[in-house]
């Protein structure tokens, strides 16, 4: 396999992704297909266990708080590594690390505690529309992922008070799930809309409401730059690969000037992705984070596409997982908001200068 030679990394984070890299080999590469069918099953159970003992559950909370403490970069590692081998299981992942990243503005390691037992894992959605009022909560939140019974979700809801961050457990009184059958991609954990009416919730953060929402979008959004980068580099993984054995009108078609062309796209998109979340999780502010995820996922959409291409009518057949790759960078452009919405409101970010 060719190397990423100008992908340069401080000693730390070298370290991590190696590690994270054979965290992917060991559990997510021989039971990705496996994942990809199933839901709550022993298999996922085992690979969030070993994440578990490796860290990836409470990355981002104060080790003070019973987390590990490490900074976004070094979650954004993480995620892409894994992603290489199972976007849908490095989703499940942010998803979870993005749910408690609000618990570093309290001082609860009695939820941290609970909340982290990996089973099953916590989730957050920032999309909706979700009020409390009364202690209780009202609305609608869609696009939530690794939703299971005793799921605990984190929601930001309205209030007298502007926003605020509040916790909510799913299968509890006035909280119905509609779980999606057969979602586009990230299969690894159910994906539904949570409905509240007049749901009581877990834990409700009176204060800094504002300030975790954007901290938490800023997660979500550097968290699927990552793996969509994983994406690309497993899309140039298996088009490289596969155009070295190929032959084509005489010859193995990696030695066709197009097909170099498509591959050497890839080779920059990987570079150019992994140099933007780098900087991004350097700087505090939301707009950057938006940026590196706009970035990362275009330069995915256009990497499996390329490798598609690549494979020829092969691209499409389930058994060579180029579709896969599809439909999970097409779920790194949708979420946490549709691309064209968060478009224009980074043009608004930039005209207030936050």
């Known amino acids: ?26 559990e997510l590469a021989p039971v990705a297909d496996d994942l990809e069918n199933t839901v709550d099953s022993p298999l996922l159970w085992k690979a969030v266990e070993r994440a578990g003992e490796m860290g990836m559950l409470a990355a981002l909370v104060p080790e003070q708080l019973g987390g590990e403490g490490v900074d976004l970069y070094s979650l954004c590692v993480a995620l892409e590594e894994s992603a290489v081998e199972c976007a849908g299981f490095a989703a499940a992942l942010l ?20 909340f982290t037992k990996g089973r099953p894992l916590c989730t957050v959605a920032t999309a909706g529309e979700v009020s409390l009022g009364e202690g209780r909560l009202q609305g609608r939140a869609p696009f939530v992922f690794n939703v299971l019974e005793g799921t605990v979700a984190l929601l930001f809801a309205s209030s007298g008070d502007g926003r605020t961050a509040a916790y909510v457990r799913t299968g509890t009184e006035g909280v119905e799930t509609h779980i ?47 793996i969509a980068n994983g994406i690309v580099r497993k899309s140039f993984q298996k088009a490289y690969d596969y155009a070295r054995q190929r032959y084509q009108a005489g010859k193995i078609i ?38 590196a995820w706009r970035g990362a996922v275009a330069n995915s959409y256009g990497a499996h596409r390329d490798a598609v291409q690549i494979h020829g ?20 452009q949708m979420f946490p908001r549709p691309e064209e919405e968060q478009l224009l409101r980074l043009l608004d970010m930039a005209e207030r200068g936050a």
């Open 254 to 291: 990696i030695e066709h000037q197009a097909m170099r062309l498509m591959l050497a796209r890839m080779l920059c998109a990987m570079e150019e992705g992994r140099a933007i979340i780098r900087r991004a999780c350097g700087i505090e502010e939301l707009g950057p984070a938006v940026i």
């Open 313 to 332: 009518g092969y691209g499409y057949m389930r058994d060579y997982g180029m579709e896969r790759l599809m439909r999970d960078a097409k779920y790194c």
């Open 180 to 226: 999606d059958p057969y979602p586009l991609g990230w299969r690894v954990s159910n994906f539904a809309t949570l409905e509240m009416k007049g749901a009581e919730p877990v834990y409700v953060l009176d204060k800094s409401g504002k300030e975790a929402l954007e901290a938490t979008e800023r997660t979500l959004y550097l968290g699927l730059a990552a």
């Open 1 to 26: 396999m060719i190397g990423e030679p100008w992908a340069k990394e401080s000693k730390q984070y070298a370290v991590l992704r190696s590690n994270a890299l054979n965290f992917a080999s060991a």
């Open 95 to 114: 998803f979870h690390n993005a749910a408690l990243l609000s618990m570093g503005y309290v001082e609860r390691k009695d939820l941290v505690e609970e």
